[in-house]
């Protein structure tokens, strides 16, 4: 079996009416260091911050924005916190995947009728610039999704948090939203969180990757790409398959120390200004051997951009149907060989890249070789 772009959907109402990605929030172990990180070699701005000054006692937490992608950066400040704990068990990662939604109490109630477990009832916040309402349920391993609701919030972020001046704002580097987030989750697990999607969150699956299209000499995986009814919101769900060796999913899985989120896609105009700057900030990303170049456009035809500086700069293309598509991945952003970032430049094409999944792998095996875990 080989990949499948699954039947349009005949679905009619869509019970879960999504707008995109409202954030990312991160449990990590120092948030005033990681968000600097952030701000240095991303690009991203201070926008509000929340802790002790402001009243929340038990964390401190910096959001970042940068066009219309925002992160959160949360930290315990005591052992106390459950927080730690998830920071003990998986290191620095990805928490919350916060969506956006005109009536949060609506979709707790028809996700959680649905089967999904509830992480926070609807929860009404308030503060001097109006009302945000939030509630959430659980997703793959300790992964959470938000329901934000902010109609009747005008200010800078939510309650709790106040406005973040720094006098430190570098430049960005043209990240403009959130195209996907993948899930890694454990063995045979992909067709139960497919099932969750589908049932608990009304999003059906777009696209299917088998072992026979994600594999090299070594390991396999295998993955389904969910999609909720107006495309804006996608997550990609990940099994590891059998191998000759170990797959960059089960690394994952071992370091991670369960299921959770694997990467974050970050979608860009300018692919080329993006990782330059990237690049310059001290960025790594995973390279592909020269050679890749060679036959790329009798692959994928004809494309606007130079050859030169994609190859220089370790630019993937692939065509689909609909146009194509740039794209690279960075290395791991912390010691544990988990979450890294996806760069991604859309030219009409709304897959994922299947033609570089060959040359990708084997560069990331390259990568786990050399960590001694392949
Ligand atoms: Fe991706």
């Excluded at 926070?120 to 959430?136: A, F, I, K, Y």
């Amino acid at each position: 079996m080989n990949t499948i772009a699954a039947k349009a959907s005949t679905a009619s109402i869509d019970f879960l009416p999504l707008h995109g990605t409202d954030y990312v929030e991160f449990y990590v172990g120092n948030a005033k260091q990681a968000a600097h990180f952030y701000k240095t070699a991303f690009g991203f701005q201070s926008l509000a911050y929340a802790g002790p000054e402001t009243g929340v006692k038990d964390r401190a937490s910096y959001a970042v924005r940068q066009h219309k992608l925002t992160f959160v950066f949360t930290t315990p400040l005591s052992s106390q916190n459950p927080m730690a704990d998830h920071i003990y068990q998986h290191g620095d990662g990805v928490k919350m995947l916060a969506l956006m939604v005109d009536d949060a109490t609506d979709a707790w109630e028809q996700t959680t009728q649905r089967g999904a477990i509830s992480y926070m009832m609807p929860t009404h916040l308030q503060d001097e610039d109006g009302e945000l309402v939030m509630s959430g349920i659980h997703t793959y391993g300790d992964t959470v999704h938000l329901f934000i609701e902010r109609e009747n919030y005008k200010g800078v972020f939510m309650p709790g948090y106040r406005k973040w001046e720094s006098h430190y704002n570098p430049t960005d580097t043209g990240l403009l939203y959130v195209d996907h987030c993948v899930g890694n989750v454990g063995w045979n697990q992909m067709n139960k969180w497919v099932k969750f999607y589908e049932e608990v969150m009304g999003f059906r699956n777009i696209l299917s990757f088998d072992d026979k299209d994600i594999s090299t000499e070594y390991s396999a995986l295998m993955s389904k790409v969910m999609s909720n009814g107006n495309g804006y919101v996608k997550f990609p769900i990940n099994e590891p398959a059998e191998g000759k060796k170990k797959s960059q999913v089960e690394e994952y899985l071992e370091f991670y120390n369960g299921e959770g989120c694997q990467h974050v896609a970050l979608a860009t105009d300018n692919i080329v200004a993006t990782v330059t700057a990237l690049q310059n900030r001290g960025i790594e990303f995973l390279k592909v051997p020269s050679t890749y170049y060679d036959d790329l456009l009798s692959r994928v035809g004809a494309i606007e951009e130079d050859l030169e500086p994609l190859k220089e700069l370790g630019i993937l293309v692939d065509r689909d149907d609909e146009g194509y598509l740039l794209q690279i991945f960075s290395k791991p952003v912390e010691d544990r060989p988990t979450l890294f970032f996806e760069i991604i430049q859309r030219k009409g094409a709304k897959s994922f890249g299947k033609g570089n999944f060959k040359a990708l792998f084997e560069a990331l095996e390259r990568e786990q070789d050399s960590r001694g875990n392949l």
